[in-house]
């Protein structure tokens, strides 16, 4: 298929030569430093969700010294909101089918937990809402997931419907509507995990930690810029927003780009674009690499593949065939299979016959994630080393 898929595994002799081989880079480019006077950009590209944010995050953490208390209590605000959000995606959905719960009582927790407001200004008279956040709809300029905006100063989740979900998510019909239905309305990845630590969540003193805040999930406006060092290599890495109104704004970060990182987002072969529901999201996702990768703005780059989410599509894909969605494809229920043919269906669309380098990631896992950015390093290395004249 043109490029080699990596795995988790890795052969001791064949890591040793690798990190030879890598070290004599790293020394070839402390002795070309004066050669090479830029930071090695890197640019986060694939559509929307598909893990770009995640892995900005990671970079925090592994190379930042992670998240302070301050910043993650950040992130307070938008675990509430992703929590909130998904519980009641799944009692509409429920309520759509017609579906019952096991008792009355679950019907009415179902009921008090779809009719919970998490904005402020919702509690209170209209007094005191007015005197606090003024009267009206909420200026244009505030953005629900932002933790600074005035909607979410002092935002609380109540420990009541904490205690809602967590009696109600162990409701049967929760579970089949879950399993059986995922593919027919939108629910985040990180849903399930927020559900279990529902309690947590809900404590008054509740401050998010490092998997909370990888998990959350935000929604990227404009440019996201970060800056690290990767041993002795200074990165320079741009996170831009995935949805299609975003995409304009990419042009802008195209000019002296060392690498590409494009994700994909493996577990959404069975869901639709938020901002068009008939487009299938992975479907959308090659079409958008087919562009980036046929580019005439990068015809000297080398595009880093990282298909995302194998965690969330290892569970996946034994519930909802593959093929259900993508027809030619006949692997059935392999795990293996089914993401290699993913990636040759990425590869058919390398015209440019660009060097790819592929990689099966999960975002959320620190080690992982760890793990491919040492594999990436040299490729990294190789890439500014060409920028830079010397190979």
Same mark, same amino acid.
């Given at each position: 298929?043109?490029?080699?898929?990596?795995?988790?595994?890795?052969?001791?002799?064949?890591?040793?030569?690798?990190?030879?081989? @890598?070290?004599?880079?790293?020394?070839?480019?402390?002795?070309?430093?004066?050669?090479?006077?830029?930071?090695?950009?890197?640019?986060?590209?694939?559509?929307?969700?598909?893990?770009?944010?995640?892995?900005?995050?990671?970079?925090?953490?592994?190379?930042?010294?992670?998240?302070?208390?301050?910043?993650?209590?950040?992130?307070?605000?938008?675990?509430?909101?992703?929590?909130?959000?998904?519980?009641?995606?799944?009692?509409?959905?429920?309520?759509?089918?017609?579906?019952?719960?096991?008792?009355?009582?679950?019907?009415?927790?179902?009921?008090?937990?779809?009719?919970?407001?998490?904005?402020?200004?919702?509690?209170?008279?209209?007094?005191?809402?007015?005197?606090?956040?003024?009267?009206?709809?909420?200026?244009?300029?505030?953005?629900?997931?932002?933790?600074?905006?005035?909607?979410?100063?002092?935002?609380?989740?109540?420990?009541?419907?904490?205690?809602?979900?967590?009696?109600?998510? =162990?409701?049967?019909?929760?579970?089949?509507?879950?399993?059986?239905?995922?593919?027919?309305?939108?629910?985040?990845?990180?849903?399930?995990?927020?559900?279990?630590?529902?309690?947590?969540?809900?404590?008054?003193?509740?401050?998010?930690?490092?998997?909370?805040?990888?998990?959350?999930?935000?929604?990227?406006?404009?440019?996201?810029?970060?800056?690290?060092?990767?041993?002795?290599?200074?990165?320079?890495?741009?996170?831009?927003?995935?949805?299609?109104?975003?995409?304009?704004?990419?042009?802008?970060?195209?000019?002296?780009?060392?690498?590409?990182?494009?994700?994909?987002?493996?577990?959404?072969?069975?869901?639709?674009?938020?901002?068009? =529901?008939?487009?299938?999201?992975?479907?959308?996702?090659?079409?958008?690499?087919?562009?980036?990768?046929?580019?005439?703005?990068?015809?000297?780059?080398?595009?880093?593949?990282?298909?995302?989410?194998?965690?969330?599509?290892?569970?996946?894909?034994?519930?909802?065939?593959? =093929?259900?969605?993508?027809?030619?494809?006949?692997?059935? +229920?392999?795990?293996?299979?089914?993401?290699?043919?993913?990636?040759?269906?990425?590869?058919?669309?390398? +015209?440019?016959?660009?060097?790819?380098?592929?990689?099966?990631?999960?975002?959320?896992?620190?080690?992982?994630?760890?793990?491919?950015?040492?594999?990436?390093?040299?490729?990294?290395?190789?890439?500014?080393?060409?920028? @830079?004249?010397?190979?």
């Amino acid at each position: 298929m043109g490029a080699r898929m990596s795995c988790f595994n890795f052969d001791d002799s064949a890591s040793d030569r690798a990190k030879a081989h @890598s070290d004599a880079l790293q020394r070839q480019l402390d002795k070309e430093n004066k050669k090479l006077k830029r930071e090695c950009k890197i640019l986060l590209l694939g559509s929307g969700e598909s893990g770009k944010s995640t892995i900005v995050k990671q970079m925090k953490i592994l190379h930042k010294g992670g998240f302070s208390p301050e910043e993650r209590l950040h992130y307070r605000s938008i675990v509430y909101r992703n929590l909130i959000d998904s519980a009641q995606e799944v009692i509409a959905e429920i309520k759509k089918l017609g579906y019952e719960y096991k008792s009355s009582q679950n019907q009415l927790l179902a009921e008090k937990i779809y009719a919970y407001n998490l904005d402020p200004r919702q509690k209170g008279s209209s007094s005191e809402r007015a005197v606090l956040y003024g009267p009206g709809p909420l200026p244009a300029n505030e953005n629900p997931y932002d933790p600074s905006s005035t909607v979410n100063r002092g935002l609380t989740f109540n420990h009541e419907i904490a205690e809602a979900i967590d009696v109600l998510w =162990k409701d049967p019909v929760i579970t089949r509507v879950m399993d059986e239905h995922s593919d027919e309305f939108y629910l985040m990845d990180s849903a399930n995990y927020f559900f279990k630590e529902v309690m947590r969540i809900g404590e008054p003193d509740y401050l998010p930690n490092q998997d909370d805040v990888l998990r959350a999930r935000q929604k990227t406006y404009g440019i996201i810029e970060t800056r690290f060092m990767m041993g002795q290599l200074s990165i320079h890495m741009f996170d831009v927003g995935g949805q299609r109104s975003e995409r304009k704004k990419w042009i802008h970060c195209f000019d002296s780009v060392t690498s590409i990182i494009f994700c994909t987002s493996l577990s959404e072969y069975d869901q639709t674009l938020l901002e068009e =529901k008939k487009q299938n999201r992975l479907q959308e996702s090659l079409i958008l690499f087919e562009s980036i990768i046929n580019s005439r703005w990068f015809l000297r780059t080398s595009l880093i593949l990282f298909l995302n989410k194998i965690d969330v599509f290892k569970v996946k894909i034994m519930k909802i065939p593959l =093929k259900r969605h993508f027809h030619e494809y006949n692997g059935g +229920r392999d795990v293996n299979k089914a993401a290699k043919y993913i990636l040759w269906r990425f590869m058919q669309l390398n +015209r440019a016959k660009l060097s790819v380098y592929p990689h099966l990631t999960e975002a959320t896992d620190t080690n992982n994630i760890k793990l491919v950015f040492a594999a990436l390093k040299e490729t990294i290395l190789q890439n500014a080393l060409k920028d @830079s004249g010397v190979l």
